[in-house]
């Protein structure tokens, strides 16, 4: 058994970090997911797969499949957790920080740079942003336009936001 735990290990990896993102789910959550599945039939299931490794490519499969329903079915709160104090306030304020981080990293190197610049805790002026990036203040607003939209592609499949079906309002 741990033979073969090993053996599908590297797999799984692979496996959930490939469908982790378009599910929007963290590669380890999806990777959990299909070990509990797995412990689940082995312990009073049908037991072992016949074929191990195509049983675990339909696992993660499934289950980002039902992440992916989820997230559709899931309400926001009408109270948002992120307005209190406390550690939970914390831990999600410092989420969303890292996320933005990373989405900013992956941007183009001239918008790394102005929405850098535009976060920055001293909260610069467009004047001292357009001096520090060599750029005239005029075309600040189109180019932190364009990036705030890139950014906003970006962000999408790694926050889950909630969406208006039907018509616009």
């Known amino acids: 058994m741990s033979e073969l735990?090993?053996?599908l290990t590297p797999l799984l990896a692979a496996e959930s970090q490939a469908?982790?993102?378009?599910?929007?789910?963290?590669?380890?959550?999806?990777?959990?997911?299909?070990?509990?599945?797995?412990?689940?039939?082995?312990?009073?299931?049908?037991?072992?797969?016949?074929?191990?490794?195509?049983?675990?490519r339909r696992a993660v499969?499934?289950?980002?499949?039902?992440?992916?329903?989820?997230?559709?079915?899931?309400?926001?709160?009408?109270?948002d957790p992120a307005s209190d104090t406390g550690p939970e306030h914390?831990?999600?304020?410092?989420?969303?920080?890292?996320?933005?981080r990373n989405a900013v990293a992956r941007t183009p190197v001239?918008?790394?740079r102005l929405l850098t610049a535009m976060l920055s805790p001293s909260d610069p002026t467009y004047r001292e942003i357009a001096g520090e990036l060599g750029i005239s203040?005029?075309?600040?607003?189109?180019?932190?336009?364009?990036?705030?939209?890139?950014?906003?592609?970006?962000l999408p499949a790694e926050v889950a936001v909630p969406a208006h079906r039907g018509r616009e309002r």
Do not use: I, T
């Open 5 to 7: 735990l090993g053996d």
């Open 19 to 56: 469908e982790a993102a378009a599910a929007g789910l963290d590669p380890g959550d999806l990777e959990q997911a299909v070990w509990l599945r797995l412990l689940e039939r082995l312990d009073g299931g049908p037991g072992v797969p016949r074929h191990p490794a195509d049983w675990l």
């Open 61 to 79: 499969r499934a289950e980002a499949r039902r992440a992916r329903r989820a997230v559709v079915r899931e309400r926001p709160y009408a109270h």
């Open 90 to 100: 914390a831990a999600l304020a410092a989420e969303r920080r890292r996320a933005l």
């Open 110 to 112: 001239h918008c790394r």
């Open 137 to 154: 203040q005029g075309s600040l607003g189109p180019m932190r336009s364009r990036c705030l939209g890139c950014l906003r592609r970006m």
